[in-house]
């Protein structure tokens, strides 16, 4: 690498906000050669990984270096672009992964795993998504289930609510809750440079749920425009919550104010701030870090998305974090085929908040009784999706984002909104 080109990656570095994870003296030893992993994961998920690699670091010749990024499209991009690519990356998507398969950055897996071992260990689902033109270029990891409501069943039980099973049994939850004086959901947009996202899944499960899978996959693959009927309706089933009078904490001004993150604890104040939270499965780690004492199942947990339309019922979106390799070494391949493996994931599923894609993974593995439910809801999903935006081009996904913002804000310009996300797509996919 030219001089200046590391000077200015350094720098770039240095601005992204990267953290290294420093190498023991242990690891550090001239033995040991170091694989380099780049990723978006820190604190506790970072340090939850890192326990995960220990055995494969004592059982070979190799060590991890890992660096976390508060935007690893960028990062990544930038280091392939001055030829210093990490070993393994770790990508939120697969969209970002086919764009990186048809630029040939990736190395493509078929002859370095087992390939039987895989078809074994992963449904077809996993399979398919991690293809790009007939070869295997990701490993899906780390998994999560966008079908999950959170609440409180001694709240709900002290107030005399059912869970909803259907939308219109939903929406009546809510006007019941609103006459008793309360709040009947919490919608966090908030999330820095990606706020928004919150706001895309629920018009995702939304879509899968009313008008089904194959309509689904048509405005993923930009089949047919957002401006179809469907999408329109999607925003305004949305739309029906957020816009509402007292539906939503905050009303639509705290739903652009409030952070995900936070929104997820509303549930559980005293008295409740709301009670529910629309939120993938990770949400069940930020509510056992801010509520140490809640017990799963009883104080704190989920029930599925409503059904909208019953011949769709059931449909769940979710998403996952992706291994790929991007810089071809011996200790690069070693590492990716123990990631793969149900034992490299076991050891993340015991310590709570990660749902294992390798189906061998036994479910008493999981530590409570949410992490099995989310775990079968995503085995047994009548109808699965990847999240959407993740599917589509990074341009059409960032835009996406800023349209749900929009339309909470300013719900009689839906058609404009649509109108500019479809001008948006059609060059993106266009090119």
Known sequence: MKANQGIALATLLTFWGLLSTPLSPAQADMGKQVVNVLGPWSGGELKDFQDVVTPWENETDYTMA????????????TRLEVGDPPEVTILPNPGFMRELAERGKLVALDTILDMK???SDYARTWLDLGRYRGNLYAIFYKATSKGTVWYSPKNFKAKGYSVPKTWEEAIALSHKIVSEGGTPWVIGAESGAATGWPLTDWIEIILLNRFGPEIYDKWVGHEIPWTAPGIRRSFETLGRIVHTPKYVYGGPAGVLATNFIYGSYVPYTTPPGAYMNYLGGFAQGFI???YPNLRPGEDYAFFPFPTIEPRYGGGVTGGADLIVLTKDTPGARSFVRYLSTARAQEIWVKKGAFIASNRNVKPDTYPDVLAREMALQLANAKVFRFDGSDLMPAKVNDFFWKATLEYVNNPAKLD???QSIEE????????
């Open 288 to 290: 056992q870090k801010q």
């Open 117 to 119: 071992r895989i078809q």
């Open 424 to 431: 948006v797509a059609a060059e993106a996919y266009g090119k």
């Open 416 to 418: 404009k909104i649509l």
């Open 66 to 77: 890992f660096v976390s990024t508060r935007d690893l499209n960028a990062v990544l991009t």
